[in-house]
């Protein structure tokens, strides 16, 4: 059984920057929490109730408030600030020169559609695969993503990405992998008895194979 | 008294509601005006649902713990939610996500927030304050009796066609507003319509909590002597008026759309999914500080009475609950960022996120300050009432990670976050609620609870409860989504099946060590040792009057001097000195009959 705390490893280039933030998070709750819970520990111990002791008559103190008021303040802001900047770089932020691809979602598999040899979307040689992701290394990849009628949720646990697909939308998210191999695709959004059953792979070729793997998708569609 | 008071006795007595006459057994029992009995009845209701939330959850764990195995026993069940097989019944994926829904619908509605503002707020309000009871009896009693037709209801859709509602406690639509995607239509409907009801119960609740404290609060009962109790559940009373309307709204429009041709939230007729998620948890978030809020007064209650201890920081700890309430309002869209909702949102409400975990930390270090250097008397209302603030403590810092929206991109619908709704709900509230219901008990039933056993029941539930959601955490960070039948579906999640094994093991003995409450709670109310008026040496009004207090609660008109917190003051000879005791230096005033008193 898997009591760590660490997070499985990551394969995508903001994968990094996203446990970074974890890790910061980890020790700065890590270290409150052994402090108040030693507080706690060490209090109910050393003042508990025995023959003649008497407790302190203290209602308070404004300068203590203050400080245990500010000091999480500061601790908290700072970590929003961090965050802020690793969001827009995974949500708004869509580098160029992307491979674009769409995803459609629907009660209970994940349809990608691919641009085929031509690299654009919406031509004849697009062809869709289910349950199947594709997509090569040290390249950007665009995901336009759709559902046909209810609520699912694009989850790539290893490349740090999830996004909710809605149906009536087309909502964008990217992801740049740094490693061939195969990967897991699920849905992380209940969508009906089925979800359970909604999941695929990702798999990351190297360009190369990336290319001939598209072209043999390709001639197979012909 | 208050010109309020006076009214409301003298219409009481008009109603033949006073101490010269017993009311017939269904009026004194059944269809109570009485504050201390329509508590009663709340919380008697509210732990039968509690632990029918609890089996909900303890069949969930069978699925997740051994996944489409035949369960001992599910023969009992129809075909329809556990499917025969030669080798005994197995669980369907309909049954378990409708499983997964009612037990979170359950314990929200119809256990946590019951006993915590229907039991407490009931219960406290106007003994704290020093009032005959609610500044509106029949509304009261309305407020309990719309909320057993809601739960009827909610019961009932197990055994309709098709099931119980089956798209989570949060309902998200397109999945519920058509029978289409979950197979399940009356079911959805019903919890609907139940939800609804009880919504109109809280807010009758809510009316009242917050007329008898601004009007009945006896002299010299300012607003800063108020107990934190009473002032966490008159701002938790405010939340409810205010959140509760737009939860009704929302589910007004779900109906529509499920029952009448609307399309609110469809997107095939250009409707907006994402809108019922804004509406929902424009009510959901103010909701789950209604759940934590009571939950923080009980905890001050007993920490500084069993301390012997003023409440370090009284001051500090209103405005904490004032800062909480109001922050509350505008952190909803936390449960959103990943939702297709514009991400520059994200960051808006991830500031305001992180904002609001300020003033809990602050609640915590007064907690915290105020055992230090006290005399703890480790008894197990303290016992409980230290719990919630260590689990607390662990809930509070888990929503740190979801709050920050890269890490939440990962652990967002993962596992990690029923760990911290746990921590919060059960190890937070439900801990809590074990302190109030003991520290209150005898003044609710004359009686002391069992203190063996209570203890027993507190390790074995510390314990157990720690190794069920504490390895949550871990489940979640290894990638393990929410909601899911069958987890081995997923091949990066089949390592997780030794641990998912051992906390539904863990469940079966920590559902089954509550039964110890149950027997000492029962047990106590014949046998318990006879309390006195105090039996724990506090301040507070409600331990001047008799246990249980008798119908009017105060025969003489209560005048307060000082704060309730007055513990090991040098102006007493006692470590504790009751509101309601005259100062040295001043002559006590003549006693004033009330109304219900003469």
Redesign the interface.
Known sequence: MNWSWMLPESFSTFGGEVDAIYYVILWVTGIVFVITEGLLVYFVVRYRHKEGRKATFDHGSTRVEVAWTLAPLFIVIGLGVASKGVWDRMKRDVPDGALEMIVTAQQFEWHATYAGADGVLGTDDDFTLVNELHAPEDRPVLVYLRSNDVLHSFFLPEMRVKQDAVPGQEIRAWFEAVQPGDYTLGCAELCGTGHTTMNGTLTVHTQADYDTWVAGQVAQQQ | MSTTQHDMVNRAEAGGHHDHHEPPFIRKYIFSTDHKTIAKQFMFVSLFFLVVGGLLATLMRWQLGFPSQPMPGGGVFPDAMMAPTPGGAIM???FY?SL?TMHGTIMIFFAIMPLLVGLFGNLLIPLQIGAPDMAFPRLNMASFWLAVPAGILMLASFAVEGGAA???WTS?A??SASGE???VYLGQQLWLVSLAVLGFSSLAGAVNYISTVINMRAPGMTWFRIPLATWALFITAVLVLLAMPILAGALIMLLFDQTIGTAFFL??F?????LWQHLFWFFGHPEVYILILPAMGIASEVISNR????I?????MVLAIIAIAFLGWIVWGHHMF???MN??L??SF??ST??I??PS??K???W??T????????DSPMLYA?AF??LF??GG??G??M?????D??I???YFIVAHIHYVLFGGSLFAIFAGITFWYPKMFGRLMNERLNKIHFLLTFVFYNLVFW?M??LG???M???????T????LQ??Q??NR?ITICVFILVASQSLYAISFFWSLFKGEKATNNPWNSNGLEWTVPSPPPHGNFAEMPVVYRGP?E????ESDT?FLPQTTPPRDRPAPAPVPTPQGA
């Open positions: 369907l994926p309909e996500n997964v089956g798209a989570g998200y397109p999945l995607y979950t197979g997107p095939e250009d409707g907006e999914p994402l301390a012997r201890k003023p370090f920081g009284y001051h500090s990943q939702s297709g991400p520059m994200g960051t991830m500031i992180m904002a975990a300020v930390a602050i915590t270090f007064n915290l300050a055992l230090w250097k006290g005399d703890l008397h480790l230290i603030v260590s403590i662990i810092l888990s740190v990670y709050a920050s929206t890269p890490v991109v990962y967002h619908d993962t390895p955490h871990n960070l290894q990638g989504m929410r909601r899911i039948y069958d987890f579906q997923y091949e990066y390592p997780l030794p641990m051992f917190y513990y090991s003051s040098p470590d």
